[in-house]
């Protein structure tokens, strides 16, 4: 009974051994199952899994990393896992980390992380904490996800948003916060100052018209490189006083031709203007776009800040306002605000506004000045001018609006109603039969003009309404025009010349025409500038380029037109010089049509007259 009862107990006890071993079986195998599946997991994972110990030191390295970061496992190995982290983020890892050993819990961040290549990527990463039996932090399992790519679509993403998409300069939606910046600098305690040079191309649609936008495009970003590469040079304004002063200096592109400078510490206009003119110097050198060589320039507006700016904006304005008067005054020109320029800016407005009516309104009215041959004074053409009959004002001429009606974009369409109009009174005056010689009639055609696509259309439409000789027709165009794209006027000049219409050279003598492209250029007349005219008895200098256009159009077989003429010793020395024909007030203003054809006959009877008493 005894023994029996000491086998029951060790029954027991077996049993219970039994069961702890397998239950400790049942528990590694649970593990094994665990760890083969952890395994599984992090080997085929997309995202980094490394396993740590409190120290730093890798345990385990998902196979992913190879693929993200390039190290095998054995180059994991031998580093530890914060020596590859960026020097700028590695506290901020360091700091997590403890953390998460102090808490047992992780927190989201994201750090820089050496590729094998030697490149950065951009990890996000989590880590959680492994305990012990004790409950302590013994190890950190942490997954790396690389977001490089996301980073930098996001980068993209934001550059795109303050930075011209063509050019790479920052945008308008910059520059309007930094001027923000400024403006609120300017007004506080140490009212730093700052100014605004805005820069617009001058005929840059003609370069869109007559090129194409590619090519403008290509304009665009030789200008904002040349621009860029000069103001690297204006770390600080040096002051006329010799000092100089640390300055902010930012080109930005507002769209369109039109870029702006914002110099902030600057509150002087000569420094102001020292940096424009730079810019210019800058933009004038020659361009080379599809083969062709051509020159541009840039008109600036410059607007320092005050006391009286209420907001950013008004800068801005003010810099519109001086662009503007640099524009009207011929451009290629740098014009500070003044207090006056408010004033004639809304006058402009308001012409603007009125060129418009009065196309509509059909208040454009014809003035012809005669053309004589200096030696026997016939008449042999009239140039057609532009007035403008306003309802107010009166008669205006076209040097009070022709700049504006440039801008406004209706130029083409007032050049082509004034052709059709002195075409049609050349028609009107044959039948009349007003000389017995030929007249010819003079048509000016501008910048705008040159470069519309439709120009030859609208002459030969013109010239099959009106039924006239070309022959008996001459276009004019300005040194300034002819030299903008030379591949492009000696086209358009071809095809004139097919036609059998004339080309006058206007202006000669004080544009940027060379030799070579004169000699390239079909022409027929070379028109000698006013200003030379006038000057040629008092200034040796303007008498021997007088002398010299004579004799050039001679050897070239052009004919030679002097304009401005005022005087009967002006008509003397010009012959004396060679020159062929003439037009001024010493002959005839301009005059309306009826009173061009009573000149005519006037003339037609003082030259015969003349020529009975020879």
């Avoid at 760890?35 to 992913?64: C, W």
């Amino acid at each position: 009974m005894l023994l029996q009862w000491f086998w029951i107990p060790l029954g027991v006890l077996a049993v219970v051994v039994i069961y702890q071993q397998l239950r400790i079986y049942q528990i590694h195998r649970e593990a094994k199952k665990h760890e083969e599946l952890f395994q599984i997991v992090t080997e085929n994972a997309a995202d980094m899994i490394a396993l740590v110990d409190v120290k730093g030191r890798r345990l385990y390295n998902s196979p992913a990393y190879k693929r993200i970061l390039g190290y095998s496992a054995a180059e994991l190995g031998e580093t530890s896992a914060f020596e590859q982290i960026h020097l700028d983020d590695r506290f901020r890892v360091l700091e997590a980390a403890r953390e998460a050993r102090e808490t047992g819990v992780g927190k989201r961040l994201e750090y820089r992380v050496k590729h094998k290549d030697g490149s950065w990527r951009v990890l996000e990463s989590l880590a959680n904490a492994v305990r012990d039996d004790k409950g302590q932090v013994a190890k950190l399992v942490i997954v790396n996800r690389d977001i490089t790519e996301r980073k930098r679509a996001q980068e993209q993403l934001e550059h795109n948003l303050f930075h011209d998409p063509l050019t790479g300069l920052p945008n308008r939606r910059q520059f309007l916060e930094r001027l923000q910046t400024s403006f609120a600098q300017a007004r506080g305690d140490a009212g730093r100052p700052y100014t605004l040079l805005l820069a617009n191309v001058d005929h840059f649609k003609v370069f869109n018209e007559s090129m194409g936008t590619v090519a403008g495009d290509h304009v665009l970003l030789e200008i904002s490189r040349r621009l860029t590469a000069r103001l690297r040079q204006e770390d600080a304004i040096p002051r006329r006083d010799g000092g100089g002063v640390a300055t902010e200096v930012i080109l930005f592109r507002l769209g369109g031709d039109e870029f702006t400078i914002l110099l902030g510490g600057v509150g002087d206009p000569s420094d102001a203007l020292r940096v424009a003119k730079k810019m210019q110097e800058a933009v004038a050198a020659p361009f080379t776009v599809e083969s062709r060589e051509m020159r541009v320039s840039v008109s600036i507006g410059i607007a320092l800040s005050t006391k009286e700016h209420e907001r950013p904006e008004d800068v801005l304005k003010d810099a519109d306002v001086a662009l503007r008067r640099a524009k009207a005054l011929g451009g290629s020109r740098c014009e500070v605000l003044d207090e006056g320029m408010h004033s004639r800016a809304v006058g402009r407005l308001r012409l603007e506004a009125d060129l418009r009516a009065a196309l509509t309104g059909q208040q454009f009215r014809v003035h012809y000045q005669p053309v004589v041959e200096l030696a026997t004074r016939r008449i042999v053409s009239f140039e057609a001018l532009l007035r403008w009959q306003h309802p107010t004002q009166g008669l205006i001429s076209p040097y009070r609006f022709i700049e504006a009606a440039e801008d406004t974009g209706i130029l083409v369409s007032i050049g082509h109603w004034l052709l059709l109009q002195a075409c049609g009174q050349l028609r009107d005056w044959e039948a009349a039969r007003l000389s017995d010689e030929p007249i010819n009639i003079t048509v000016n055609i501008s910048a705008r003009q040159f470069a519309d696509a439709r120009l030859l259309n609208d002459i030969q439409q013109t010239l099959k309404e009106t039924g006239i000789n070309p022959a008996r027709l001459q276009l004019e165009m300005t040194e300034t025009v002819a030299a903008v794209d030379p591949k492009l006027t000696i086209t358009v000049l071809s095809h004139l010349k097919h036609l059998g219409i004339g080309v006058i050279l206007d202006n000669f003598g004080t544009g940027a025409t060379s030799l070579r492209g004169l000699r390239q250029f079909p022409l027929d007349a070379l028109k000698i500038d006013g200003s030379l005219v006038r000057e040629m008895q008092t200034d040796l200098a303007s008498g021997d380029i007088v002398e010299l256009i004579t004799g050039l159009a001679r050897k070239m077989n052009l004919k030679s037109i002097a304009e401005g003429i005022e005087t009967a010793r002006q008509v003397e020395k010009l012959l004396e010089l060679g020159c062929q024909y003439g037009q001024g007030h010493y002959f005839s203003q301009a005059m309306d049509a009826k009173a061009a054809q009573e000149f005519v006959r006037a003339q037609g009877a003082t030259v015969r007259a003349r020529a009975a008493a020879k």
